[in-house]
């Protein structure tokens, strides 16, 4: 039996699966926020942002995995891409004696209501 005639069928099988799957889409309003997929590292942050706690770089990062630089990078491309306002809830510096320092200090950011 000939190889190409042996994958006739199957191949006819699998295009008819595939020509089912991808319905026609409606197209996007440009103007309109994009809504994160379920179960994504941005649905994630969103979702620590609008605690009414809020959440530090530190936690969204341990949440993630990502790198701080990349925590502040992502709320950065919040407001360029997306419009949503990243705003400090209170900063929480530790200096003077018997303190670490800028070891200590950290920022709660939520989003802007």
Known sequence: MDMVSALDGPMAGLR???AGVTPARAPRDPAAPRKPRAGTKQ???LAMLRRPEGA???QIAEATGWAPHTVRGFFAGLKKRQGIA???LE???QVG???EGAKGSFTIYR???
Do not use: K, S
């Open 86 to 88: 990243v705003e400090v």
């Open 16 to 18: 008819a699966a595939l």
């Open 91 to 93: 900063r929480v510096r």
């Open 97 to 99: 004696p018997n303190r």
């Open 43 to 45: 649905e994630t942050v």
């Open 111 to 113: 989003i802007a209501t």
């Open 56 to 58: 530090t770089v530190a």
